[in-house]
Structure formats: C-alpha cells, structure tokens
C-alpha cells in the first residue's frame, strides 16, 4: 500500500458528510478538481475505489464504508496532535467567520486582534450578513463560527450564549410626539427594523401589532448603520442596541425615548459544528466569549 496522508482522509471525510464533491471543495475552501484529486490518490493508494459514481451522486462502495470509521480515527488523532502538541504560533489554518452585523459594528475588531495575537498564523475570512443566512452558511459547511442570533436547534450544533444586547428606541432629535406624548411615534412614524426574515423582525411586528395595531407601518433593513441614519434624516424611529447609539446621543442627532415599553434583548450565541472537532474553531468561540463579556453592550 503507497503512502496516504490526513489531507486525503479529511477530504474523503468531508466528500462523504456532504455528500458531493463540489459541497466538500466549499468546505474545505479548495477547488473541485483539488478535491477529485485528493479522492483519486487516495483510491490508487488503497488499490480500492471508494465511491460509485450514479447519477444521482457518490455512494460509498463497501471498502469506502469500512474507510469512514478508519478515517475518523486519523482525524482524530490529529486533531489531538493540533491542540496538544503544536505550538499556536506555527497553526496554518483558514478559519471562515459569519458574522452578524451587530456584532461586526461592536466587538468584532477586538476579537479578530485577539485570535490573531494567538494563532498568527490563520488566516481568517469574515462574512457578515443577516443570521439566516449564517446559519445556512453553517450548516453547509461553508463558515466555521457563525456569529448570530441563535442559538441554532439543531444536534450537530454546539452553542455558546452570549450577552444580550439591550434596545432602546430612538428618534431624531427635533422629532416630538403630539402634545409631548412619544408614545404615539409608534402609530404615526414609520418603524425602521431589521430584516424581514429576522427573529427581531418577526418579534417586533407581532408586539406592535398588539400593541398599536395592524396599520402600524414597518420598514425591514438589512443594514444596521442604515436603520441609525434613516431614524438621524427623520425617516422614522427605531428599536435599536444601545451600545451602538452613544455616538449619535453625544452628537445631538438622536435622542432615546420611551414609548411606554422596550423589545427584549438581542441573543446572540457562538454556533459551530461539533463534528469534526477543531481546536482552532473552539479556541476560537472561547476568545470571542472572554472579548464579548468584556464589552459594554447596554
């Protein structure tokens, strides 16, 4: 038997949770063809094939099944070798981060510092987008540590909570509700929010359709710094985190009320898969836990 290498078992492992090798090359963050490679070496190593090519995709052969268990045994092992014997200085990795925006606006420049001051060596790619999206990113493999608001219910994923960030709502300075009364901003001014296809989204409009009425008229934004410039121009008033608005309250274009009730915090949680394990990702998820707990979030 030639020589096979963890590469070529990693590759194979990924091909077979996927179950498509253009799945596994986005996993993995190399190319298709890299990966057929990998798979074909790995096959004229062991003089065995290890998937039927149908037409409806890879199926293991019987030898490919027996491979899998084998297989995780090395990943393993390496995984042991990565976190006990490697120094941090010399990890050569890609660590693939989704990221909320909130997050990407707060304490994010603080984390990314700190993973680098630990692992200089990985090389780390952010992507910030609404957390539907993260969460798909996720569970296809194409993120490593999503960022969002979670926690995400599935089994193959393991949370960590992290603190809540606190709303307020807030207006353009010179706007006033009639008579003195801000409460009734909430039925006559647009309420600019986040994504439609968000949880805060979905919360906000069933409260303030108890609450004001289902003539209540919402604006969905996908940006957070958007929703802050669209309340500052006057456009409406929003619900957003207070650790986000300090700059606009010192400079005099927002001013913070109080409608007679507040949405509840943001949840937000450090999601990842648990199958493989990786030192780097957990490592990672532990320094962005200690980074958030220090940051002031209300």
């Given at each position: 038997m030639a020589r096979i290498n963890i590469?070529?078992?990693?590759?194979?492992?990924?091909?077979?949770?996927?179950?498509?090798?253009?799945?596994?090359?986005?996993?993995?963050?190399i190319t298709q063809p890299a990966v057929t490679a990998r798979i074909k070496n790995l096959e004229q190593s062991l003089a065995a094939p290890l998937f039927d090519r149908t037409a409806s995709g890879l199926r293991l052969t019987k030898r490919g099944e027996r491979l899998v268990s084998y297989a995780e045994q090395f990943e393993h092992l390496s995984q042991l070798v990565e976190a006990n014997i490697i120094d941090p200085q010399g990890i050569d990795?890609?660590?693939?981060?989704?990221?909320?925006?909130?997050?990407?606006?707060?304490?994010?420049?603080?984390?990314?510092?700190?993973?680098?001051?630990?692992?200089?060596?990985v090389e780390i790619e952010i992507n910030?987008?609404?957390?539907?999206?993260?969460?798909?990113?996720?569970?296809?493999?194409?993120?490593?540590?999503?960022?969002?608001?979670?926690?995400?219910?599935?089994?193959?994923?393991?949370?960590?909570?992290l603190p809540g960030f606190d709303l307020a709502w807030y207006a353009a300075a010179d706007m006033r509700g009639q008579d003195?009364?801000?409460?009734?901003?909430?039925?006559?001014?647009?309420?600019?929010?986040?994504?439609?296809?968000?949880?805060?989204y979905r919360e906000l409009?069933?409260?303030?359709?108890?609450?004001?009425?289902?003539?209540?008229?919402?604006?969905?934004?996908?940006?957070?710094?958007?929703?802050?410039?669209?309340?500052?121009?006057?456009?409406?008033?929003?619900?957003?985190?207070k650790a986000l608005a300090a700059p606009y309250l010192a400079n005099g274009t927002l001013r913070q009320f109080d409608p007679g009730w507040t949405p509840g915090p943001l949840r937000f949680s450090l999601s990842y898969l648990g199958?493989?394990?990786?030192?780097?990702?957990?490592?990672?998820?532990?320094?962005?836990?200690?980074?958030?707990?220090?940051?002031?979030?209300?």
């Open positions: 590469e070529q078992l990693r590759t194979f492992l990924t091909t077979v949770r996927l179950g498509s090798v253009r799945k596994a090359a986005l996993g993995l963050n990795f890609i660590l693939r981060l989704g990221v909320s925006e909130t997050i990407a606006q707060c304490w994010l420049p603080e984390f990314v510092s700190a993973l680098h001051r630990e692992f200089p060596k910030v987008d609404i957390s539907t999206n993260l969460r798909d990113g996720l569970l296809n493999r194409e993120i490593d540590l999503a960022i969002l608001l979670g926690p995400i219910s599935e089994y193959s994923v393991n949370n960590i909570e003195g009364d801000d409460a009734i901003l909430l039925a006559s001014k647009p309420i600019i929010t986040y994504a439609r296809n968000t949880r805060p409009k069933t409260v303030l359709f108890e609450r004001v009425g289902p003539g209540v008229s919402l604006f969905p934004s996908s940006s957070l710094s958007a929703c802050f410039r669209l309340v500052e121009a006057g456009l409406g008033v929003a619900a957003l985190p199958d493989p394990k990786s030192h780097v990702v957990e490592s990672a998820a532990k320094i962005a836990l200690g980074v958030a707990n220090a940051y002031p979030v209300a």
